[in-house]
């Protein structure tokens, strides 16, 4: 649409004003295109018929709901005045001081402390996208530390503005931001040194000024250096044009810089004394300006404060010193006294104090400096002239000198500072921070400001291109047609001062002239600029300035003192007399070839984005113009290479009053700092941009059910724009944005305003109709009721008389008679009915009844049978079983002793070598001690020679000193015998060298008694050296005996060892026999197997004859005597297994005793004996093997147990079957513990039978010998029975198969338990793989349970004490297995809650039940600082059996404070990981996300909040929260976490949730609005539901959520009168007053139905909260953490009953 169009009545404008720049008005009629004039209506009601030209009307003013925006740019009329007008809004009446425009940030000072720099801030802006959060400093510091992380791209931040209007500390918390978010885990603190820089270079470069207290008087470019983890490792400083006159000069109100008056302020100080300072007012160096203290600030504790950061930065106390005794000679220098003799000549008195202090301070010699104060040196090429000085010119002189000293010395201080912030690793990134002088204008402008103003004209550059490269990378992005868009561009400004032949040129030309002035170069600029160069003009009432036309403004210069300050000299003869200082410090400043250090160390290489002319002429070099020339070309070169990110500061006022707003003022500095040329190149295309959702979100209203109907929003957008503004040329359509020429967005929103009020309108309609009618039908039918009553009530008057009355009377009588006799005859028809149903229903169930009781009895018997069936049957199989097993166990005894035996002889000879090893060591570390200690005596006797030589020479010394000094004496009186010829003019000379020999003898002297002291120190040192040495020996030898007592009982020990090794090695010789004969015996054994076969027969026939024997002699009535009657019903099972058995043994004592009356048949018959002792030794072994698995098995049977127990307590019927298979395993162990005893008496009589075998062999041996051929036949019948033992040893085997029925029964068992556990299904299946195991290894084992009948040991069941044996080296394994490598998750929630800590306590009883301090103590200390988890502590509420579990002999209450502190921190710990998972979510589900319909307004979004896509992302919602939340709740659960300690957790949760999202709202003006209130008390309505549905209300975690409350409260509630004033006041309890105003002054209206608040009732406010003694913090604390109280809970366990997982890989531990 036409711009024409816009001005129509109600719109409003803004024109000029000379006041306040500009005012709006209202326009009170339609503008026709042709009219003259404009009706206006002013604020104050009066009309203005305004004079307009239709090629410029005046500015439109923005609608109010676009008024107080974040970002300049989202305004639709961008111009000046709505600029102005949005910055009075923001700073004036919201309080709030940045603002965007685009990419650079506004900062307004407020001239008062705000709390918006705390720590919480910078956490709260850390990670945050620039448009999410208000405008902020911290804002623009996250910006570009997060482009530097995420591009690895340099990046700037440039800083400029006025003086004063608070540049210095913007830097200083951008750095601040820096050094906080990039904190290094090392300790070398750079962070702080880079910060500590800061209070050093405002106390030697800042001043103040009339403008402002603090003001830089120097440009600053500081490189924060970061590595690749982003952390900062070190920083650069480079400084630009020091203001150096400020030394010598200072205006009115003005200071000299602040260390000056920081150290004169100290100066009674004991360190300070000897520079013999005074108060400021004493320098008229310090007292020019007439200002010597400025208003709140203590100079001398910014000393203090100076001092600690040079401390910080590694400055020690004597360079400090060194710097403070330059700047007081400077002091000292500017007092000196130079007066006037006669017209052409000065002087100095060589006497003054104040020169004799500068030459004693630097090192000078006075009368050199006095007589070059006031003279000079003349060069020619024929002779020297000396030329005295005019007072001013050796004022200028002194001055010239003070300055540059003071010039030097800064430039050392920032090198200085540069080297302690150096690193030696490598630079990735770094981001620079340009604290720089803007653009100014003075009364009186001189060279500083011509310098500052060139370098600001270079930075408008750079920005200009900068933005407009910006604009149209962002026009391609989206695919709009790039138009060129015509912007200022400074550089024919830039050439007429830096170019060849330019104004910094010819100054230097005139610089290099012998007699160049100031009015010869201004002459050459008319000459060469005026009417030739439109920038450059000549006053019309001067002939001494100059004006330059910047891109700010006019200035004019005056050019006096120009070439001076160009030229910056001291004469020859003073830099001569500084160059032969004695203090190295000072003369390092004046060397003539110093190595310029370096001020700007990078290492990376920075290219310029555009080519730079650098001058060749090196004659140029020397002035302060090159000078500041090159370093602006390293500047502009650094910055094109990095990211820019700009921050304007702006002076509001210039009395520094608080927010006060002077719109002239800010006018002018916006123009200056290219604010409004932003702006206005914004303004010249598309200015507004809005992405396609949030105009879809925001213009739906004025969409069609048609349009709506569409799926694809985009297309939606572009058809509702055609539909709305018919002139497409006002708006284009990007990828993802919209982009809209100026006032289009203006006009948008007056549609919708028009399409809500009439929205507005017609509900109204309705709902005042609706009213009507309804109010209108209650006033109808209270009128008929009215009338219904008076009617009857005449009626009744009417009809009523005595003879009616009693009529009505007798009928109701009558009536009420005949109604009582039918209600009585119904009664009694239902009473008789209901009582015969009662009868029959009665008999009915009672016969019911009956049947199921006697159904039910039956059953009970039927039951009682059946399970007493099943009780038999399944004790039958477990006695068995367990019968089986245990028999298996106790043959294994006696083969493990045979194992630690020979373990025990291996770890003896292991012992020997080990011993043998040592003493070889012994012997080695006593020839080595021998060896020092000769070297020893060979030390001292030359510490002795030495010591008598340098005695000697002292000697020597001392008299020829005394010998001096009497040569020295009668010189003296020569002297004085001269002295009183010569003249009195002489006298003063003579003195002078006389004091001078006094000296010299004096500091002889001193250095000789030096010299004897020294000489006296060091001979204790050596007698005490020698005394020690002596001390060292006697220690030597005493361990040299002692050693040698040590080798001798080794030397016995090895003996014993030597004659035990031999009996070994004897032993393993007759072992290798024993090998070799069973391998003779395994080959005959193949051979005869053929033989024995043909012979089974025969064999067979007589083995049966042998048994009938045995059994006939064998008294089988005995046996049964000694076996109980349940042993004789377990016998008669399986009685002929057991009495073949028996048989089989008795045959073989009887073929043993048939074969030892026989002579010949001895030999072979122990032959064969020792083959099978051979065999019974394998079959030990394999045993053995068998063994570890059936222990194994065992303790996995009886944790099964104990689990079972423990799991199934809640099930009765479940827990006794246990119990009762528990006591019928007790007694079968009986049972089989008497069988096994009286088959290992048995054993024993076989093995003593054999022994005797054995003797009997020796006396028989020589028969044995004579009978070879029948020993061959009688070992062939042997080897054949011995085949026929074996036989019945397989036919044993097969009658043990027959134990498979046991475990079929088992397994049955197993599954019957399983059908009435149906409850514990899952834990029951886990069990029953468990049993399968257990019965694949149990077969194993029932395979070999027939070999070792013959070896079962005895046991008993064990009863548990609730200890854990372990050994002291194992303790590390146990908590590194218990504790640091325990997971929570799979392992540990299966687990008993604590059973870590039980088992920890049962090792600690073992501990104290050995009564071992050490033990105690290692393990709670291991405990403590390895893992830092359990605390356990026993109560008064504990059990009579936990009491029992108590220690005995130590008291671990002094570790009950080391624990709790441990729990504190493990909790805290646990807090910061819930909160490190929920903190991200927290914003975006309780602030961001929008669940309520209709609430939903997005407003226009500036440059600094466009989203790149069409649909949003999904984030986070409240269900996430709710969602993190539940998770971490039945986390806390499921690992048995005590109820009251998950309270306290989920209240420190919810604190964290009101807290981030409180403080987020403080941050973030576009969240503060009533519809986003009614969104934050839903929320917390769902945080209270789950609180609800976890039964957690009583955890005051609801409490935490009051300050979020009231403040969603406080943005629904009306705000215009007083008495709402009051009712916040009383209500925002939980508020601080500060929270309370930042809300009020953030209220954002995201409609122009809603109203803003006032500054008036803002104020009314505020007036109620003074009384308020709350926080001035406006940030809640996020770290907060609540008192933790931990609950004691007494565990249900019994520490005897606890089993230990196999997943711990506690095997070394054995329970007690």
């Known amino acids: 649409m036409a711009v024409a169009a816009l001005y129509t009545q109600y719109n409003r404008v803004w024109i000029p004003d000379p006041e306040e720049v500009w005012k709006s008005a209202e326009i009170a009629k339609d503008y026709r295109v042709g009219d003259k004039v404009l009706k206006l209506l002013l604020e104050d009601g009066t009309e203005l018929d305004y004079s307009v030209d239709p090629e410029s009307l005046p500015p439109l003013r923005n609608p109010d709901i676009l008024v107080g925006e974040n970002d300049l740019t989202a305004l639709s009329y961008l111009h000046e005045p709505a600029v102005l007008h949005n910055l009075r809004v923001r700073f004036a009446e919201s309080k709030l001081i940045y603002t965007y425009s685009g990419i650079i940030l506004v900062a307004m000072n407020p001239y ?45 931040i440039i800083v400029s503005g006025e003086s004063g209007a608070g540049k210095t500390v913007s830097a200083r918390y951008a750095m601040r931001y820096f050094a906080t978010v990039s904190k290094s885990s090392s300790n070398t603190h750079v962070e702080d040194k880079v910060l500590a820089s800061n209070p050093i270079t405002e106390a030697v470069g800042n001043a103040k000024t009339t403008r402002n207290d603090n003001s830089s008087r120097f440009g600053k470019y500081t490189e924060i250096s970061f590595d690749e983890r982003n952390q900062i490792i070190g920083a650069n400083m480079r400084t630009y044009l020091l203001e150096k006159s400020r030394v010598v000069f200072q205006s009115e109100n003005e200071r000299n810089y602040h260390i000056f008056y920081q150290l004169c302020a100290s100066a009674q100080e004991s360190e300070f004394k000897h520079l013999k300072l005074g108060s400021a007012e004493e320098f008229n160096y310090t007292r020019m300006g007439g200002s010597t203290v400025i208003e709140g600030v203590n100079d001398r504790a910014d000393m203090v404060e100076t001092r600690k ?223 030739k160069n ?53 003369a390092s400043f004046f060397q003539e070839n110093p190595v310029p250090p370096s001020p700007f160390r990078s290492a990376i290489t920075v290219k310029s984005a555009k080519p730079v002319i650098k001058p060749n002429n090196k004659q140029f070099r020397t002035t302060v113009g090159n000078k500041f020339r090159s370093s602006l070309y390293l500047l502009m ?150 009338q219904q009553y008076f009617r009857g009530q005449q009626t009744v008057r009417k009809a009523v008389t005595a003879t009616a009355l009693k009529e009505a009377w007798a009928a109701i009588i009558i009536q009420k008679c005949c109604r009582g006799y039918l209600v009585r005859s119904l009664y009694q028809l239902i009473r008789v009915a209901a009582i015969t149903i009662q009868a029959y229903t009665r008999g009915l169930l009672a016969r019911r009844r009956y049947r199921k009781m006697l159904e039910e009895h039956k059953a009970v018997i039927l039951q009682k049978y059946a399970r007493a069936w099943l009780a038999r049957r399944r004790f039958q199989s477990i006695r068995r079983f367990v019968l089986n097993i245990q028999l298996t166990y106790r043959v294994q005894h006696l083969q493990k002793k045979l194992e630690d035996q020979n373990k025990e002889n291996h770890g003896l000879v292991e012992k020997l070598t080990s011993l043998a090893a040592l003493r070889a060591g012994d012997m080695e570390k006593m020839q080595k001690l021998e060896s020092e200690l000769d070297k020893a005596a060979a030390h001292r006797h030359s510490y002795e020679e030495k010591g008598k030589k340098y005695k000697a020479t002292m000697e020597e010394k001392l008299a020829k000193l005394q010998k001096h000094n009497s040569e020295l004496e009668i010189q003296k009186e020569q002297i004085e015998l001269q002295l009183q010829e010569k003249t009195e003019e002489l006298k003063e000379k003579m003195d002078g060298l006389t004091k001078q020999l006094f000296d010299d003898v004096q500091k002889e002297q001193e250095q000789r008694i030096l010299l004897e002291k020294s000489f006296e120190l060091k001979t204790q040192d050596y007698e005490k050296q020698i005394w020690s040495l002596k001390e060292d020996i006697q220690a030597l030898r005493a361990e040299k005996t002692h050693l040698q007592h040590q080798l001798e009982e080794e030397r016995v020990t090895s003996d014993g060892l030597k004659g035990e090794v031999a009996q070994l090695r004897k032993q393993a010789k007759t072992i290798s026999e024993f090998e070799k004969e069973i391998e003779l015996l395994q080959t005959q054994k193949i051979d005869v197997e053929k033989h024995v076969q043909s012979q089974k027969r025969e064999m067979r026939e007589k083995m049966s004859e042998i048994t009938k024997q045995l059994l006939e002699s064998y008294d089988i009535e005995d046996v049964r005597s000694r076996l109980s009657l349940e042993d004789l019903e377990h016998l008669n099972e399986d009685g002929e297994l057991w009495f073949a058995y028996e048989g089989l043994k008795k045959a073989t004592h009887v073929l043993e005793s048939h074969f030892q009356s026989q002579k010949d048949s001895y030999e072979k018959e122990i032959e064969a004996l020792n083959f099978k002792v051979v065999h019974l030794s394998q079959e030990i072994n394999h045993l053995q093997k068998l063994f570890r698995e059936e222990t194994d098995i065992n303790e996995s049977i009886r944790h099964e147990v104990t689990r079972l127990t423990s799991e199934n307590m809640m099930i009765p019927d479940f827990k006794q079957q246990i119990s009762e298979l528990e006591k019928q395993k007790q007694d079968l162990e009986i049972r089989l513990n008497e069988q096994t005893e009286s088959m290992k008496g048995k054993l024993e009589e076989l093995s003593n039978q054999l022994n005797r075998n054995r003797e009997e062999e020796g006396t028989q041996r020589k028969t044995l010998e004579a009978q070879n051929e029948i020993h061959t036949k009688e070992k062939e019948k042997l080897i054949s029975k011995i085949q026929e033992m074996q036989e019945a040893s397989e036919h044993l085997k097969k009658q043990f198969e027959t134990e498979s029925e046991v475990r079929s029964t088992f397994r049955q068992e197993a599954s019957h338990l399983t059908m009435e556990n149906r409850d514990l299904e899952e834990e029951l299946d886990m069990k029953d793989r468990v049993i399968k195991k257990l019965q694949d290894q149990v077969k194993t084992l029932t395979k070999t349970i027939e070999k070792g009948n013959d070896g079962q040991l005895s046991s008993r069941p064990r009863e548990y004490l609730g200890m854990l044996e372990y050994k002291t080296e194992d303790e590390d394994k146990l908590i590194q297995n218990l504790i640091l490598d325990l997971k929570p998750r799979g392992v540990v929630v299966n687990m008993i809650p604590g059973l870590p800590a039980h088992i920890l306590f049962m090792c600690v009883r073992y501990a104290d039940s050995r009564n071992d301090a050490g033990m105690v103590k290692s393990l709670m200390n291991s405990t403590i600082n390895g893992i830092k988890q359990v605390v356990k502590e026993f109560m008064k509420l504990n059990s009579p059996h936990q009491n029992k579990n108590c220690l005995n002999n130590f008291d671990l209450s002094e ?234 809970t007494p565990s249900p366990h019994a520490l005897e009953m606890i089993q230990i997982p196999s997943s711990f890989k506690l095997g070394f531990l054995n329970r007690l």
Not at 316 to 340: P, S, Y
Not at 455 to 472: D, G, I, R
Not at 742 to 747: D, K, P, R, S
Not at 1524 to 1547: H, I, W
């Open 1455 to 1688: 570790y009950r404070q080391i624990l709790s502190d441990v729990a504190i921190r493990i909790y805290h710990q646990f807090i910061v990981v819930m909160e490190n998972n929920i903190q991200p979510i927290i914003v975006q589900g309780m602030l961001e996300y929008e669940s309520l319909q209709g609430i939903s307004g997005l407003k226009p979004t500036g440059f600094r909040k466009r989203s790149s896509s069409i649909d949003d992302t999904d984030g986070y919602t409240m269900t996430s929260v709710l969602q993190q939340l539940s998770y971490f709740y039945s986390t806390m659960c499921q690992n048995g976490l005590d109820p009251e300690l998950v309270r306290q957790a989920v209240k420190q949760l919810f604190f964290l949730i009101g807290a981030v999202t409180l403080n987020s709202l403080f941050l973030r003006k576009d969240m503060c609005s009533c519809r986003k209130g009614m969104q934050i008390r839903c929320n917390i309505s769902y945080l209270e539901e789950w609180l609800k549905d976890k039964n957690l209300q009583n955890s005051l975690a609801k409490e935490t959520l009051e300050p979020l409350s009231q403040a969603a409260w406080l943005l629904q509630v009306k705000k215009t009168t007083d008495s709402d004033a009051k009712e916040i006041y009383e209500r925002c309890t939980s508020l601080s007053a500060v929270q309370i105003i930042k809300i009020l002054n953030s209220y954002t209206p995201i409609d122009d139905f809603e109203k803003r608040v006032t500054p008036s009732f803002v104020r009314k406010v505020q007036a109620l909260l003074n009384n308020r003694a709350d926080s001035s913090q406006l940030m809640l604390d996020t770290k907060y953490l609540f008192q933790v109280t931990f609950p004691f």
């Open 309 to 531: 950061t040079f401390t910080l930065l590694g400055f020690k106390e004597d360079f400090q010193m060194d710097i403070f005794k330059i700047l007081a000679a400077i002091l000292h220098l500017g007092n000196v006294q130079i007066t006037a003799v006669g017209h052409e000549r000065s002087s100095v008195r060589e006497d003054d104090r104040h020169l004799k202090v500068f030459c004693e301070l630097l090192g000078l010699e006075r009368a050199k400096v006095a007589q070059w104060l006031c003279s000079r040196r003349i060069v020619t090429t024929s002779e020297t002239v000396v030329k005295p000085m005019t007072r001013p010119q050796a004022v200028t002189a002194r001055d010239a000198l003070a300055k540059k000293i003071y010039a030097h010395l800064f430039d050392f201080i920032v090198e200085r500072i540069n080297q302690a912030l150096q690193f030696s690793g490598k630079q990735h990134t770094f981001i620079g921070v340009l604290d720089i002088y803007g653009f100014e204008t003075f009364d009186v402008n001189s060279f500083e400001q011509f310098c500052i103003n060139y370098a600001n004209e270079k930075l408008q550059q750079q920005f200009n291109l900068h933005v407009f490269k910006l604009e149209q990378e962002e026009y391609m992005k989206e695919d709009i047609p790039w138009t060129l868009i015509d912007f200022y561009d400074n550089q024919p400004v830039i050439d007429l001062i830096e170019a060849k032949m330019g104004i910094l040129e010819l100054l230097d030309e005139e610089c290099l002239l012998p007699h160049g002035t100031d009015e010869n170069w201004l002459q050459k600029l008319y000459n060469n600029f005026v009417n």
């Open 637 to 786: 070169e650094t910055l094109n290479a990095t990211t820019p990110h700009y921050v304007r500061c702006i002076k509001p006022n210039d009395e520094k009053l608080p927010f006060e707003f002077d719109s002239r003022r800010i006018a002018q500095q916006l123009r200056a700092c290219g604010v409004l040329e932003t702006i206005r190149i914004s303004a010249q295309s598309y200015p507004s941009r809005w992405t396609y959702m949030e105009f879809y979100s925001r213009y739906g209203v004025l969409m069609t059910k048609q349009e709506l109907s569409f799926s694809d929003k985009k297309e939606v957008c572009k058809v509702v724009l055609h539909r709305l503004i018919q002139d497409s040329n006002q708006y284009q359509f990007g990828k993802t944005k919209i982009f809209f020429r100026a006032g289009q967005v203006a006009y948008l929103e007056k549609l919708r305003l028009d399409k809500l009020r009439q929205s507005c309108v017609v509900i109204q309609k309705h709902i005042r109709g609706w009213l009507q009618r309804k109010k209108f039908l209650r006033e109808r039918q209270a009128a008929l009721t009215i």
């Open 112 to 156: 008062k402390q705000l709390p918006i720099y705390g720590d919480a801030i910078i956490h709260a802006y850390s990670g945050q996208n620039m448009g999410d959060m208000d405008p902020h400093i911290f804002a623009v510091a996250e910006e570009a530390y997060k482009q530097m992380a995420r591009n690895n791209k340099n990046q700037s």
């Open 534 to 586: 439109s920038f450059f003009e000549k006053p019309r009432m001067s002939n001494a300035s100059f004006i330059i036309q910047h891109f700010a403004d006019k200035v004019e210069y005056k050019c006096e003192g120009f070439l001076e300050k160009n030229r910056d000299t001291v004469y020859d003869m003073l830099i001569e007399i500084m160059r032969a200082s004695k203090f190295q410090l000072c």
